[in-house]
């Protein structure tokens, strides 16, 4: 694939802080990371919904939705998981511009790959959520039967049975849904998001 050339950054006159000003609460990237059925998704569309009433403007990227669409040419090789986590770190960068709190649900399974997306922004725009659950917890839950398939050689590299899952080691947020009910989870990070001045 042959790469631009030629080509400048073009800046708005309109800046991020003027539109965090308007908007009155802080943008930054969510980033909630974990095995596939720790629960991300679900605790990303309860969020979503109750900082909604809050009158924050949110958007929330889902790993399963950015597949049918921007990253549909990906598989799950570790170049490819790499390329879908580095798209979606600069989709994310953008809403970041735009004055949004933005919500990610990615199992995001390699630290370098989080790491990179961190980069994209400034300090304290990327708040990592570690969404925490055993491998065996996440495997009876399987909602999407996926784990029965790997375990059947239906699917091959799926993180946690034949890929690897590297913890986050200083997560912003840890949330653990063996532990915690949904309103806790998400009571949780509105608490951080209040606590941090993130929301004025």
């Known amino acids: 694939m042959s790469k631009s050339t030629n080509i400048s950054w073009h800046d708005s006159i309109i800046t991020k802080t003027e539109r965090q000003t308007k908007n009155k609460h802080k943008s930054a990237i969510l980033w909630f990371t974990g095995l ?114 790997a375990r059947s050689g239906e699917i091959t590299g799926f993180t946690g049975i034949d890929a690897p899952y590297e913890e986050p080691i200083n997560p912003e947020l840890t949330i653990d849904t063996e532990e915690q009910s949904l309103d806790e989870a998400v009571q949780q990070v509105i608490n951080y998001l209040l606590e941090n001045e993130y929301l004025n």
Do not use: M, W
């Open 36 to 149: 596939s059925g720790a629960g991300k998704s679900t605790i990303t569309v309860e969020l979503e919904r109750k900082l909604y009433q809050l009158g924050i403007y949110t958007y929330r990227l889902d790993g399963d939705n950015i597949r049918h669409g921007l990253n549909k040419n990906l598989g799950f090789s570790p170049e490819d998981r790499t390329e879908n986590i580095r798209r979606i770190g600069e989709v994310a960068k953008l809403f970041v511009d735009a004055g949004v709190l933005t919500l990610t649900a990615f199992i995001s399974p390699y630290r370098e790959d989080r790491n990179q997306v961190r980069a994209l922004v400034a300090e304290r725009e990327f708040i990592e959520v570690y969404v925490r659950c055993s491998l065996e917890a996440c495997e009876h839950r399987d909602p999407k039967g996926l784990y029965q398939k």
